[in-house]
């Protein structure tokens, strides 16, 4: 965690949950607020759900905070608005916590993208009122914001300035398998007139 390695954290944070007893390392309140927060930023929706969200250990925590549970609860069900409420006071948190504090800009910029992402990928397109609208926040930020991570490549879809509307630009899953089949297939042809030309020599 401390190295910004997210995905093993929070890989060996869940495999621990059920039997943490490491209780004079840190408290199970915070344990389970790193578990949370790691797997927010590393786990794909389908396995947040059934590790985290409906996770029975973690679950009978979060009841005792409240933040936390309302913060991923809020990215879940696609309350984007509260989502962003609740990501600046994770930043607050961050930048005073021991293991996380040179990582909280880094983290805040992964969720951000992770919730611009989850909501594209349910819009073939739509308006930047209305993702504005959905985030809480002016036309002005979500198309800097949009844009700039459009253009850094994290972000697959493109704005129509004229018509203020995102299209999503999902790559064509089919076209990219023909392509690989087509590779492929002129790998092994070549491997087959050399071994041929072997054969015969």
Avoid: W
């Avoid at 198309?143 to 994290?154: M, N, P, T, Y």
């Amino acid at each position: 965690m401390s190295v910004r390695d997210f995905s093993t954290a929070a890989g060996l944070f869940l495999e621990t949950v059920a039997t943490f007893t490491s209780y004079e390392l840190m408290d199970y309140k915070d344990f389970i607020t790193y578990t949370v927060m790691c797997a927010m930023i590393a786990l794909d929706r389908p396995d947040l759900r059934d590790k985290v969200v409906r996770g029975s250990e973690i679950l009978q925590i979060l009841h005792s905070l409240p933040e936390v549970k309302a913060y991923l609860d809020s990215l879940y069900q696609c309350h984007y608005a509260e989502f962003f409420r609740y990501l600046a006071g994770v930043e607050i948190f961050l930048q005073r916590d021991r293991y996380l504090h040179q990582h909280a800009t880094y983290y805040v910029k992964e969720m951000r993208i992770k919730a611009y992402t989850q909501q594209l990928e349910s819009y073939r397109s739509l308006t930047l009122d209305y993702m504005a609208k959905s985030f809480g926040v002016s036309v002005e930020f979500i198309d800097k914001e949009l844009s700039r991570f459009i253009a850094a490549g994290r972000l697959t879809c493109k704005i129509d300035q004229v018509s203020r509307i995102i299209e999503t630009t999902r790559p064509d899953s089919k076209n990219h398998q023909y392509q690989l089949v087509i590779k492929h297939g002129d790998t092994l042809l070549n491997r087959l007139q050399k071994l041929s030309r072997v054969i015969n020599i």
